[in-house]
């Protein structure tokens, strides 16, 4: 699982292209108080970190995406995930599969995708990644709503077997 909380990307890393990076973020801070009113456990006082997708200059309809390493073929998976979007109109997020074609990058299936609404403690996201036959890679793309809120996400697992 790769909870952010040492301030990197563990097997993940930015996709080139986009203008905007996925930017690690303190569970609290000052500067920016709502970001998180503390972790998905309502722990006012845990540290750690989790991933954002707003940037602060960001205009609406910008796509910042991240994706996993190659994940290789023939078993099923689920995919895991908490994530916070919000308030209404901040934007969508949304998980892809994606493969490589002579160099090209290919979305191959829509996974998951939520939009923006009320703001809301933490939600957990679950997802299951069917066994394909040829490596690919899990994509995050956070697309930037007319509202500046918050596309965050954390405690991203991807393990073999179908979701428990
Ligand atoms: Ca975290």
Redo the contacts with the bound molecule.
């Keep these: 699982m790769c909870?952010?909380?040492e301030q990197n990307l563990c097997t993940y890393e930015q996709i080139k292209g986009d203008i905007y990076d996925w930017i690690l973020k303190p569970?609290i801070t000052e500067l920016e108080p709502d970001d998180s009113k503390g972790?998905k456990l309502g722990n006012p006082h845990r540290k750690?970190?989790?991933?954002s997708a707003v940037a602060d200059n960001s205009g609406p309809g910008q796509k910042i995406r991240l994706r996993s390493a190659v994940l290789e073929t023939s078993v099923p998976r689920c995919l895991t995930f908490?994530y916070k979007l919000c308030p209404n109109h901040a934007g969508v997020l949304s998980v892809f599969t994606q493969t490589d074609f002579n160099g090209s990058s290919i979305n191959l299936n829509h996974v998951w995708s939520r939009a923006a609404m009320k703001c809301h403690d933490w939600m957990n996201a679950k997802a299951e990644l069917p066994a394909v036959s040829y490596v690919f890679r899990v994509v995050f793309e956070a697309i930037v709503g007319s509202i500046v809120g918050q596309i965050a996400i954390?405690?991203v697992n991807i393990y073999e077997g179908n979701c428990l």
Excluded: A, M, P
Aim: charged letters at 35%; aromatic letters at 24%.
């Design positions: 909870n952010f909380d569970n972790d750690g970190y989790f991933l908490s954390d405690d």
